[in-house]
Nanobody, 124 residues
Framework: QVQLVESGGGLVQAGGSLRLSCAASGRTFSSYTVGWFRQAPRKEREFVEAITWSGGTTYYADSVKGRFTISRDNAKNTVYLQMNSLKPEDTAVYYC?????????????????WGQGTQVTVSS
């Protein structure tokens, strides 16, 4: 069992930066692929970035390429999402998720555990 808690969200002006954290409980967290997803009002949950258990491979959505960076510190049971050059269209609730699968990591069904989410609002 893994429990995930996101933090770091908030209100920021366009062009600004935020760093989200996903803190996990559970001794096997370092074995999981971890992904970040986001969901804006009246829209489906969409993939943002993911990182394999070793940190050796990362995946990202085209919409955040060059602006967002995912990383993990397994010693701290934490995964980070550094978000730079934020745009109003990045406004959403951001969720982290963990799962063992290395297949389909850009889809929600690949993940077994989800956090409660943290709100990110980017003003224009």
């Amino acid at each position: 069992q893994v429990q995930l808690v996101e933090s770091g969200g908030g209100l920021v002006q366009a062009g600004g930066s935020l760093r989200l954290s996903c803190a996990a409980s559970g001794r096997t967290f370092s074995s999981y692929t971890v992904g970040w997803f986001r969901q804006a009002p009246r829209k489906e949950r969409e993939f943002v970035e993911a990182i394999t258990w070793s940190g050796g491979t990362t995946y990202y959505a085209d919409s955040v390429k060059g602006r967002f960076t995912i990383s993990r510190d397994n010693a701290k049971n934490t995964v980070y999402l550094q978000m730079n050059s934020l745009k109003p269209e990045d406004t959403a609730v951001y969720y982290c998720a963990a799962g063992f699968s290395l297949v389909g990591v850009t889809t929600p069904r690949a993940y077994d555990y989800w956090g409660q989410g943290t709100q990110v609002t980017v003003s224009s």
